[in-house]
């Protein structure tokens, strides 16, 4: 079965944060070439590696993967002021 | 920065290493029939260089041969993917070769594998693996953020 390609935002958030490919692999205890292969999006993680990932940012699980093309933060932050605007 | 060899270089590398092991084999052979002329010295100590130097550079210096003979407690879950897909190609490719040398040496009658050609087979066993890794891998430098 060929599973579906998923989109993340590990790089952003990565370089966002200054941290290094290395400090990160560390982290979710992976080789650094796997963090090359999520980053690039060639390799779709288990639940457990996107777990520990989301652990790791501190963000929940759909900010960070999505089966679909992901939208840049800025434009998802713009979009969710304007929702609590509304709401108001 | 720290270099680490392409893809594109790994697969000259490999093709390098298992081609100069089908030369090494051919010039022992034919030296051995020819009673060893200076040429065909020169042309297998040439053969043997290459295979080494390429061997390193192939397998020792990407870390592969490393990485298909660990433990599986020390490899992350991509890696245990590489490692299992490397030794089920690995297997059936083997396997072809073996055929072929086997229906070769009895369609030509020839006498039966001797000590050489059994250590190029077994080369060719424990290598397999690895050089299917290394043709299929994309590596990235540790400092390239």
Known sequence: MKSRKLYNRISVLRKERNISRKELAESIGVNIQTVGYLER??????????????????????????????????????????????EK | MKKQNSRKQNRVWILLN???????????????????????????????????????????????????????????????????NALRYAYSIFTIVCLIIIYAFAIVEYHPIDVLLAAGLLYLAHTLPAAIAAWNEKNISIDDD
């Open chain 1, 41 to 86: 999006e060639e390799y779709n993680p288990s639940l457990d590696l996107a777990f520990k990932i989301n652990e790791y940012f501190g963000l929940p699980i759909e900010l960070i993967f999505s089966p679909e093309p992901l939208k840049p933060l800025s434009e998802e932050i713009i979009e969710l002021k304007n929702k609590i605007g509304g």
């Open chain 2, 18 to 84: 298992y081609f100069s092991l089908i030369a090494l084999i051919v010039f022992f052979y034919t030296g051995k029939y020819f009673q060893w002329p200076i040429s065909l010295v020169v042309f297998e100590i040439g053969s043997v260089v290459v295979f080494l130097i390429s061997f390193l550079k192939a397998f020792i210096k990407t870390k592969y041969w490393k990485m298909v003979h660990t433990s599986y407690k020390n490899l992350d879950e991509r890696e245990m993917q590489v490692v299992l």
